[in-house]
């Protein structure tokens, strides 16, 4: 027995001796093919790894298997030998699939990551993504080799989103990578320069120089101070460094970093390498944005035979010398230049990261030869449009054969395509239906390809740049129709305009980071974003790679794949419109409202809708009523009307001296009395005796139309009380769209919530006045007090059942515990406006020391996220109606941000609100909304009312025209109740009665009986 028990443990040792010595033997071989790997000795590297892989395999001790074919699998992939890494991959996902339970976390995700980098040499992203989705969950970062392990996925997501075009999300990829290192303190880590690097390329091709300038600085600094010895990457240094300074004309020192990237790359590659003459284009580049073309000239002409060898960089040399020449006034040598690189083009396969026939084009059209201009423009629709063929000039393709690549350049193309259409028109009247119908088939497209290009990761610089090219072709657009409308005599044409008008405005669903918060700020679950991010960017991809397959396998491979992905991405916004409505709306709703819908249903009889369109040189103004349609154009200076506008908020804003009051009336009334005449007398006739629904745009959408003067200087005036308003002729309400008013008007009641009214009061301690709305954002110990709020709240009870919440009851966290519950909302205190960052625009509430979560401040990007189903919400704060303003979209404010979490209607302010007269106001709108009158109607009776018994002093505009009611304006679905015990002793007298009644027929019977 004892001799059993000692060989039994004998043999124990024996076998765990030898599995030591195994388990060492694999870890040996996988070391010396890391160090083989490490230094591209790679026949040396596949020899060792294929060892210890196989050895793992025969003891069956799958973490090492999996660690030792990932790499394998990688290098077969990196060099092509797609046959070995099949067998590779297929052996792989057998033992996975049936040794599940004997695989560690990390090896799983190392499979998954080897699944990855074979899923990308085929082409396949959205599976690859799919790999990459599943690897991190399982890996912990408080272990170096697991985070390590974390880093590279993310930053192979980073680099699949690049290849989608998304830059954006592959900065977000690249920063967590890097966030990742950072928090544990691992400033080693080998992966840093390289994350850097590629943040400062993402940047680049967004337009974000000076961001991309700033992380290649952090490469370079990280590059230097561990001695790095890749060139390839400090070539890439010098050249991305270059290209931004270039493009932020700072050429003497972008010439400086041409020169090393020059000087470096002839090092590594010769004069002649592929690195090298791209660094000669480079440079020759900065030479012409800085006007030196006779140096660009020279320095191209003496390196062009180093071109030769790379087709796509020759055909760019000769477009840039043809540039140079331009520059110089040499038109044949440009034609000869233009024709070398077209020549090129044609014989060789190249990329299409800019546009040859555009650029001829841009050429003739600066000599006013349209003919030719506009020929070469169709060449380059064709050129960069799949399936889009025709020659005929007025012909375009549609949007979905656009190529995503050329998407960003498009809209440029089309503009000037635009222009010497506009030029053709003036000229050729026998051609002028044709032309006219080509125009506005051209715009159209360039209104499309912008709302779709709005929708998508772009820097601001293009944001802007798309902001001008949006308003450009609308504005053409618009007068097109206009046109034809004179002509016709016809609605239709006015209706036309009213379309694109509102689509202008939607624009802003797209412009405004309405993505970014809705990511942020809507509770949206992380796998829902990132698949719907997967989606889009996939089948972006896959349709831009249509044109640039070599096979009729490879297009029909990506057209399957473009298929899936679109399929796939309709089946998940039909689930986000069911489940999150709110998120669908901020991002994907976008329904137009036709004129009849406004007629018939948005409309009271009583109503008329002015909606503005703001263009370069005319505003036009749109008129429907329930049974007219019309449509006006203004010509104007837009400068001095811009000026005209802010002068006219200013003076309104602020109510001066008594000292200057006759001079100040005078200007006010001059001042507004002008924008009367433009802007409400040329449609005087149509809105007699109507209220009205003011659509604004741009600027206008911070003026108080109320303020406007009739007929200003026909008789003398001595007083602000006196003057003829537009609001003593109309009620007026505003809004932003009327399809957005049109969503508000269709939304559900709020018969069935339990409140009636929640008013804020919450109390503030400072004594002095807050100098600015800066200062009053530093501390809260800035916010001064506000006398007349809690009388203001309190009196609202007079008129409604109300839950007052007063100083430190005001609190943030009661609004969005409660807000739902109620049929308006009323909060008197600050509002606090940040013009650089809209998001975080603020109201004041009372802080409570003791809350972790809630600062006191109930922010703009907080809001979208409360779930509110008031009728009406009153911001009697400051500024809650002013905020940045947008092209199409008009001001982005605190009031928006409601409108999104769910409220009808909102009453904001324009300016600083006077916190006694504001009391007045308030009382007496709360007044007339009790008796069943409608919104923009009580308000407007309440402020006339206020007018008609203030002092002098206080009849200035400041004091009583700030706020302004947006949104649906029928009457509250809530009314007065009588209190409690006035109930119960109504019923008791009822009952009473009824019992006397009943006692006094009884008596009677008796004594007739």
């Given at each position: 027995?004892k ?37 591209s ?19 069956e001790?799958w ?39 004997s ?7 190392k ?10 040499a ?5 599976e ?7 690897a ?6 408080d ?10 996925l993310?930053?192979?997501?980073g ?7 998304d830059y ?19 400033h ?16 680049h ?7 991309s ?20 990457l400090?070539?890439?240094?010098y ?7 270039t ?25 002649d ?6 660094s ?7 030479l012409i ?11 191209l ?11 796509y960089?020759l ?22 230049t ?24 841009d ?5 006013n030869?349209l003919?030719k201009a506009i ?9 960069i ?12 393709p ?7 690549q ?18 053709m ?13 080509s ?10 390809l ?20 949006n308003k ?5 657009v ?14 239709s044409?006015?209706?036309s ?30 796998e ?8 889009k ?31 796939s ?22 329904q ?14 009583d ?38 506008i ?17 001079k100040?009336l005078?200007?006010f009334?001059h001042t ?9 007398e040329?449609?005087?006739e149509?809105?007699?005796d ?14 108080p ?45 709020t ?15 400072k ?37 007052l919440l ?38 004041a509430?009372h802080l ?13 990007f907080?809001?979208?996220n ?7 919400v ?8 002013y ?15 409601f ?14 609100a ?16 009790s008796k069943?009158?409608?919104?923009d ?7 006339l ?7 002098e002093?206080?009849?200035?505009p ?22 409690p ?5 109504f019923?008791a ?8 009644v ?7 019977r008796?004594?007739?009986?």
């Amino acid at each position: 027995m004892k001799f059993s028990l000692v060989l039994s443990f004998l043999l124990s040792s024996f076998l765990a001796q030898e599995q030591q010595s195994r388990t060492g033997q694999i870890d040996s071989l996988k070391k010396k093919a890391d160090s083989f790997l490490a230094t591209s000795t790679i026949d040396s590297a596949i020899y060792y790894y294929e060892q210890a892989s196989g050895i793992a395999l025969q003891k069956e001790d799958w973490d090492r298997h999996i660690g030792a074919s990932i790499p394998l699998l990688r290098i077969y992939t990196r060099f092509r030998n797609y046959g070995k890494a099949d067998t590779l991959i297929n052996n792989l996902q057998e033992i996975v699939t049936e040794h599940r339970t004997s695989i560690s976390s990390l090896s799983l995700a190392k499979f998954y990551y080897g699944n990855c980098t074979y899923l990308n040499a085929h082409r396949k992203y959205l599976e690859a993504l799919e790999y990459l989705n599943k690897a991190i969950p399982l890996l912990r970062y408080d272990d170096q080799q697991e985070r390590n392990l974390i880093t590279r996925l993310l930053i192979n997501k980073g680099l699949i989103y690049e290849v989608f075009s998304d830059y954006k999300t592959s900065v977000e990829f690249y920063e967590r990578a890097i966030n990742i290192i950072m928090d544990a303190e691992d400033h080693e880590n080998r992966f840093l320069p390289y994350l850097y690097y590629n943040l400062s390329v993402s940047f680049h091709l967004v337009n974000d120089y000076e961001r991309s300038l700033e992380y290649l600085n952090k490469t370079r600094f990280t590059y230097e101070k561990r001695g790095l010895k890749d060139l390839d990457l400090l070539i890439g240094i010098y050249d991305l460094s270059g290209l931004n300074l270039t493009k932020l004309d700072r050429f003497d020192e972008a010439k400086v970093y041409h020169d090393k990237a020059i000087d470096t790359s002839i090092k590594l590659f010769g004069v002649d390498g592929y690195a090298t003459v791209k660094s000669y284009l480079n440079m020759a580049v900065n030479l012409i944005d800085d006007k030196q073309y006779e140096q660009a000239v020279s320095f191209l002409n003496k390196h062009l035979p180093y071109f030769y060898e790379h087709k796509y960089l020759l055909a760019r040399a000769y477009g840039n010398i043809g540039l140079a020449y331009r520059g110089i006034g040499k038109d044949q040598e440009v034609v000869k230049t233009f024709g070398k690189m077209i020549e090129v083009i044609e014989a060789y396969d190249y990329r299409r990261d800019f546009l040859p026939y555009k650029m001829i084009g841009d050429f003739y059209f600066s000599k006013n030869d349209l003919n030719k201009a506009i020929d070469y423009y169709q060449q380059e629709l064709i050129r960069i449009s799949e399936g889009f063929t025709d020659l005929n000039v007025f012909k375009n393709p549609s949007i979905d054969q656009i190529t995503q690549q050329d998407k960003l350049s498009m809209f440029g193309l089309l503009k000037n395509k635009t222009e010497v259409l506009k030029k053709m028109a003036a000229l050729d009247s026998q051609s002028l239906p044709g032309i006219r119908k080509s125009l506005l088939s051209t715009c159209e497209l360039g209104i499309q390809l912008i709302k779709e290009l709005r929708r998508q990761p772009i820097s601001n610089p293009i944001k802007l740049r798309l902001a001008e090219a949006n308003k450009f072709f609308f504005s053409e657009v618009m007068n097109e129709y206009l046109g034809e409308s004179a002509r016709s005599k016809s609605d239709s044409s006015v209706e036309s305009m009213f379309h694109y008008s509102e689509t202008y405005r939607e624009g802003l669903l797209a412009l405004r980071n309405a993505e970014a918060s809705a990511r942020k700020y809507l509770n949206l679950p992380g796998e829902v974003i990132e698949e719907e991010k997967q989606l889009k960017s996939a089948a972006r991809y896959y349709q831009s790679s249509l044109k640039n397959v070599k096979s009729t396998e490879d297009s029909l491979e990506n057209a399957s794949r473009l298929f899936d992905a679109r399929r796939s991405l309709e089946g998940l916004v039909k689930d986000l419109e069911k489940s999150y409505p709110k998120y669908y709306r901020l991002k994907y709703g976008s329904q137009v409202l036709p004129v009849k819908e406004v007629q018939n249903q948005l409309l009271r009889k009583d109503q008329a809708l002015l909606e503005y369109f703001m263009g370069d040189h005319s505003v036009y103004i749109l008129t429907i009523t329930r049974t007219q349609v019309d449509a006006r154009k203004i010509n104007i200076d837009s400068t001095s009307f811009a000026q005209n506008i802010r002068e006219a908020i200013e003076i309104a804003k602020e109510p001066g001296t008594n000292a200057d009051v006759e001079k100040g009336l005078a200007a006010f009334e001059h001042t507004y009395g002008k924008l009367y005449h433009l802007l409400i007398e040329p449609v005087s006739e149509m809105i007699k005796d109507k209220d009205l629904v003011i659509i604004p745009d741009g600027l206008l959408t911070l003026l108080p139309f109320e303020l406007l003067v009739a007929s200003y200087g026909r008789q003398p005036i001595n007083s602000y009380r006196d003057l003829p308003y537009l609001l003593k002729q109309h009620a007026i309400s505003y809004g932003s769209s009327a399809t957005a008013l049109f969503q508000k008007f269709s939304t559900k009641n709020t018969q069935n919530l339990p409140g009636e009214v929640l008013a804020f009061a919450p109390a503030f301690n400072k004594k002095e006045v807050v100098l600015s709305e800066a200062a009053a954002g530093a501390s809260r110990a800035n916010l001064v007090p506000l006398d007349w709020a809690e009388a203001e709240v309190k009196g609202i009870s007079q008129h409604f059942e109300t839950d007052l919440l007063l100083s430190e009851d005001a609190l943030e966290s009661a609004l969005k515990e409660k807000g739902k519950n109620y049929k308006i909302i009323h909060i008197a205190s600050h509002g606090l406006i940040d013009d650089k960052t809209p998001d975080y625009s603020r109201i004041a509430f009372h802080l409570n020391q003791e809350d972790s979560v809630d600062d006191g401040y109930l922010h703009a990007f907080e809001i979208y996220n409360i779930e509110l189903n008031a009728d009406m919400v009153v911001l009697s704060a400051c500024n809650t109606g002013y905020g940045k303003v947008i092209g199409g979209e008009g001001a982005i404010n605190l009031a928006r941000s409601f409108f999104y979490a769910g409220v009808k209607s909102i009453v904001m302010s324009l300016w600083a609100a006077n916190d006694r007269s504001t009391f007045h106001v308030m009382d007496e709108f709360y007044s007339q909304l009790s008796k069943g009158n409608e919104k923009d109607k009580a308000l407007s009776a309440a402020k006339l009312k206020y007018l008609e018994d203030c002092s002098e002093r206080k009849a200035h505009p400041y004091y009583w025209a700030s706020f302004v009611v947006n949104g649906d304006t029928r009457s509250l679905s809530t009314e007065k109740h009588a209190p409690p015990y006035i109930i119960i002793l109504f019923s008791a007298f009822i009952l009473f009665l009824l019992f006397y009644v009943s006692f006094r027929v009884r008596r009677m019977r008796k004594s007739l009986n």
